[in-house]
T-cell receptor
C-alpha cells in the first residue's frame, strides 16, 4: 500500500486565480495520476505525471489549464489555472500498483470557486 | 454507450438484506476489473478485484462475464457500515482505469 498526503484538503478561491495542489507519497513511484471528481460524477483522469518528462494529458485537459510538476519520485503538484466556477471539484492524486492495477488515492482537495 | 455504466441507484435496504449491483463496460479489450468503495467525502478505496472465475471475500461476491461485458457485486447480510458509494472500475490495455459514476447504497437499521 501507499500513504498519500494531499494539501490543501479544501480551499475556496476567487474566479481568475490559480491554486496549486501538492501530493506527497511515502515511497518512490514511477507514475502518479491526477483525477477530478465533479459533483455527482465519476472520477475522470486529468493526466499522468511522469518523473523526468512532461505529463501526459487526457482528452479534454490541457497543460495551460492544468500544469503539472513532478520533480522527483515522491512528489507532484497540480495547478488549476485561471479558475472558474466550473472548476469546483474534488481533485485527487493517486499512485498505482502496476501488476494488480490497484490505485491508492490521497484524501482529495475540495476546491470551490466563487 | 458510456465506457463504464452502473445501476443509477440509490439503493436503500434494511440491515441483513442482500443487494446486488450491476455494471457493464464497452471496451471488449478491457483487462482488469475492480469494485471500489467511496465513503461520503472520502477518497475511493479498493474493495475487491474481479476475476474471471468469480471471487468471494466474506459477505462480498464479485462476478465477471466477459462475453456480456458485465460485472456484478453481491453483498449479503448488509451492515450499516456498508453504506457507501460503490464504483465499478475497468482497466484497459493501456493500464488506464475508467470509473463508473457509482451506485449509492444506504443500509437502514
Amino acid at each position: 500500500s501507499a500513504v498519500i498526503s494531499q494539501k490543501p484538503s479544501r480551499d475556496i478561491c476567487q474566479r481568475g486565480t490559480s491554486l496549486t495542489i501538492q501530493c506527497q507519497v511515502d515511497s518512490q513511484v514511477t507514475m502518479m495520476f491526477w483525477y477530478r471528481q465533479q459533483p455527482g460524477q465519476s472520477l475522470t483522469l486529468i493526466a499522468t505525471a511522469n518523473q523526468g518528462s512532461e505529463a501526459t494529458y487526457e482528452s479534454g485537459f490541457v497543460i495551460d489549464k492544468f500544469p503539472i510538476s513532478r520533480p522527483n519520485l515522491t512528489f507532484s503538484t497540480l495547478t488549476v489555472s485561471n479558475m472558474s466556477p466550473e472548476d469546483s471539484s474534488i481533485y485527487l492524486c493517486s499512485v498505482g500498483v502496476t501488476n494488480t492495477g490497484e490505485l491508492f488515492f490521497g484524501e482529495g482537495s475540495r476546491l470551490t470557486v466563487l | 454507450r458510456k465506457e463504464v455504466e452502473q445501476d443509477p441507484g440509490p439503493f436503500n435496504v434494511p440491515e441483513g438484506a442482500t443487494v446486488a449491483f450491476n455494471c457493464t463496460y464497452s471496451n471488449s479489450a478491457s483487462q482488469s476489473f475492480f469494485w471500489y468503495r467511496q465513503d461520503c467525502r472520502k477518497e475511493p478505496k479498493l474493495l475487491m478485484s474481479v476475476y474471471s472465475s468469480g471471487n468471494e471475500d466474506g459477505r462480498f461476491t464479485a462476478q465477471l462475464n466477459r462475453a456480456s461485458q458485465y460485472i456484478s457485486l453481491l453483498i449479503r447480510d448488509s451492515k450499516l457500515s456498508d453504506s457507501a458509494t460503490y464504483l465499478c472500475v475497468v482497466r484497459g490495455s493501456n493500464y488506464k482505469l475508467t470509473f463508473g459514476k457509482g451506485t449509492l447504497l444506504t443500509v437502514n437499521p
